[in-house]
């Protein structure tokens, strides 16, 4: 059993909804890559509850770094980081632990680990354990960045009420982190503002979709059939929780097509090979096109609602009702817009690694940057130092090399 997923850029989550905290551990990932602790911050803050459509929850998610990056660069080891949970009130859920939520993971938690499960707010089955996702992501997206390579997602639907289709990516940037539900489309967003409110007022809960687009990919990203493009990434998208759909280009709108319709004609573009149109999402034989990577998930409507619904006392084996109360999201989908984001950047990440694309070291040409300021005086102080600490040292298994050559 593994909390881990992806090869190259491994991401390991930890942690419980109303535990002490919830975190990542980040292994693959490239030495000396520059980390803004400012913009980590900023991945985490637009996850986080508390405004007026996700739950009451007050959390401050402030993204403690434990290990793996000095002076703000990674060194090359495991990197660490977590945010403590707060607000946490289990009161609830002590007084319901009986009755499984229908639509939430407490029945098949219960069953799997033999009642030692957290029944805390779904224990590690909680949207909270997508805060690690967006850590993960969040150094993910530097590494990407660093290639022109960026990730964006927004809302494309709330439950009934659909964002236009035809806008841009430039627009989609702009305009999508103003809405208060991440969508682009000015009118559609305060529709689908309403609704939710309406949905809230009447103790019930909403589904949607959240579309992401990938721009600058090169081509040949993704291997042959097992590791394609977008197995890994489907891969990656159904650990969020909620999840129970994906598309990739135009999807299942693809199967009612012809194949004159549904075929992407090759172009150029200068000396550059595009495609004319992009319904394949820009992704063929599971490998990257050039064209930008188009998916769209589907999140079901939030399990815990305030509406009474029928359920099982699992103690007293006998029919019983649950009222959910308390703190919970109107609608994932809205929540899950940077979630989304950071799971396909930590997937096209481990991808671009495998590939190549991404060096060991990040800004290989400027290695003799690192050891700047170490004159071969300082350096021979440093290593004098570092031997005479070790005499008077009692740990003899850490450090015994030099730093440098
Ligand atoms: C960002 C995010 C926030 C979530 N918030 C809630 C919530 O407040 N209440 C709830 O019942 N489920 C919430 N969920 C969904 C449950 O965690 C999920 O439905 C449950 O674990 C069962 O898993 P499944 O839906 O994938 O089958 C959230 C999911 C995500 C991704």
């Known amino acids: 059993m593994s909390f881990g997923f992806g090869n190259d850029f491994r991401i390991t989550v930890f942690g419980e909804s109303h535990g002490k905290c919830v975190g990542v551990v980040v292994e693959g990932c490239p030495a000396g890559l520059l980390i803004s602790e400012e913009e980590l911050q900023q991945e985490l803050d ?26 703000r660069k ?14 946490a009130d289990p009161s609830w859920y002590g007084r319901n ?31 909270r354990m997508t805060a690690a996702i967006v850590m993960a992501g969040a150094i993910a997206k530097t ?34 982190p103003k809405s208060l539900v991440w969508c682009a489309s000015a009118e559609e967003s305060s529709l689908m503002i309403g609704e939710l409110e309406k949905a809230r007022a009447e103790s019930d809960s909403l589904g949607g979709i959240v579309e992401c ?77 050039g064209m930008p990577v188009i998916l769209r998930v589907a999140f079901k409507p939030t399990p815990s609602i305030g509406k009474g619904q029928r359920s099982v006392d699992m103690m007293e084996l006998q029919e019983a009702q649950i009222r959910v ?50 004159s071969k005086a300082e350096d021979k102080r440093e290593y004098k130092g570092e031997a005479e600490s070790r005499k008077s040292s009692k740990n003899d298994g850490d450090n015994l090399e030099p730093r440098r050559k």
């Open 46 to 71: 637009k996850r986080k509850p508390g405004t007026g459509l996700s739950s009451a929850r007050q959390e401050t998610d402030a993204a403690i770094i434990m290990s793996g990056i000095m002076d």
């Open 74 to 87: 990674t060194n090359g080891g495991p990197i660490a980081i977590m945010v403590m949970n707060k607000d």
């Open 97 to 127: 632990r009986a009755i499984p939520r229908p639509g939430h993971a407490d029945y098949t938690a219960y069953v799997k680990y033999a009642g030692f499960n957290d029944w805390r707010g779904g224990g590690f089955f909680s949207g």
């Open 143 to 176: 590494l990407l960045r660093n290639k022109g390579i960026k990730v964006m997602a927004h809302l494309v639907q709330l439950g009934k009420v659909q964002a236009k289709e035809e806008l841009t990516d430039e627009q989609i940037e702009v305009a999508a």
């Open 213 to 289: 687009r990938v721009l600058g990919l090169p081509v040949g990203i993704g291997e042959p059939i097992f590791n394609s493009v977008e197995s890994i990434i489907s891969h990656g998208i159904f650990s969020i929780p909620a999840v129970k759909g994906i598309e990739f280009g135009s999807g299942f709108r693809l199967a009612g097509m012809r194949g004159s319709e549904a075929n992407d004609e090759f172009a150029l573009e200068g000396r550059k090979i595009v495609t004319k149109t992009n319904r394949c999402g820009g992704i063929l034989g599971g490998i990257t096109d």
């Open 325 to 374: 109360d308390g703190r919970h999201d109107p609608c994932i989908a809205v929540r899950a817009v940077p979630v989304v984001e950071a799971m396909v950047a930590s997937c096209l990440a481990d991808l671009m690694i495998r590939a190549q694309k991404i060096a060991r070291i990040d800004g290989e040409g400027k290695r003799e940057d690192n050891c700047k300021g170490m």
